[in-house]
């Protein structure tokens, strides 16, 4: 890597009640030469944080705009109802969009849920942001109604929250306008979005992360590499049958050159055969000397043999 070269990194941001603690973690184990990075922004920032470029892509609420932004739903969170400790519906497990008729209902600006009709009666003013309408359902003004991860983000000791379920289908004898057939309760969908033009490989990295794919996975853009090692791998391996086929073709050689060495083993026996020819040679010497020495004894026997002279 030259000095002009930046290293990899990849910047998630994510809205207030995320928590990628999760996937931040399998990212670490997975891709640990690269660097992720958390980049804290608001629900009305997220989106632009995207298109200018400060982040590769966001945890965040939908909806968002899908003409340059892609994004993929990951789930649905419970909607609660921020209340005091002391109120009534503390006492009990749930509360229905019926019970918040007669209270007054927070709505702040920054509120992703996507309500028909908001529950309740609305306040004066509308707080700017949900951290601003938390403190004031702490003063008494009035119950909030948000995504649970945000009741859990803004939990005060003097509040607590309940489930928000939705009124009875059925429409009352007052009419479909009433109470109980009032709206139903949104979800907040949570989302991992990120700039449609700018979809690298790191983002489908982190796509795969937050589907639940393995790390053996061969989905995404980093199939094609793979087939294209695997194919790679496969090439070798002919090259080193053709390199072993050829071995042995020379390992035929050298037993032809044992047939030549045969040559060598030929010629012994033809030096066998000659050295029995010396041998016989020997042999006929030996039975030639064999002979002079038995004429020699014939003589001295005849010698002995004569008779003596007349005295």
Do not use: C
């Not at 794919?213 to 090692?229: F, I, L, W």
């Amino acid at each position: 890597m030259t000095g002009s070269e930046v290293p990899p990194s990849f910047r998630l941001a994510y809205v207030p009640g995320m928590t990628p603690t999760k996937w931040v973690r399998i990212w670490n184990e997975r891709l640990a030469g690269v660097p992720l990075t958390l980049v804290a922004v608001t629900a009305a920032e997220a989106a632009d944080a995207l298109r200018h470029g400060d982040a590769d892509a966001a945890l965040l609420r939908l909806p968002v705009d899908r003409a340059d932004l892609s994004a993929i739903p990951l789930y649905t969170e419970t909607t609660v109802v921020v209340i005091p400790k002391d109120h009534v519906g503390a006492a009990v497990e749930e509360l229905s969009v019926a019970d918040l008729a007669d209270e007054i209902v927070l709505h702040p600006l920054d509120d992703t849920l996507e309500w028909e009709r908001p529950p309740g009666r609305p306040a004066f003013e509308r707080p700017a942001t949900t951290a601003d309408a938390v403190e004031l359902v702490a003063a008494g003004v009035g119950l909030l109604v948000v995504p649970q991860s945000l009741a859990r983000l803004y939990h005060r000791k003097d509040l607590t929250y309940r489930p928000l379920t939705a009124p009875d289908e059925e429409p009352s004898a007052a009419g479909p306008e009433s109470a109980l057939s009032g709206p139903s309760v949104p979800g907040s969908r949570v989302a991992l979005s990120w700039p449609e033009a700018r979809t690298t490989d790191l983002v489908e990295e982190f796509i795969g992360i937050v589907r639940g794919r393995t790390v053996n996975s061969t989905r995404g853009p980093k199939k094609a590499p793979v087939a294209q090692e695997a194919a790679g791998r496969s090439t070798r391996g002919g090259g080193a049958a053709r390199g072993a086929s050829a071995g042995g073709s020379k390992g035929g050689g050298t037993r032809s050159g044992g047939t030549k060495g045969g040559g060598p083993r030929s010629g012994a026996r033809s030096g066998g055969a000659k050295g029995g020819a010396r041998t016989g040679g020997g042999t006929g010497a030996g039975g030639g000397r064999s002979a002079k020495g038995a004429k020699g004894s014939g003589k001295g026997t005849a010698k002995r043999g004569r008779p003596g002279r007349a005295s």
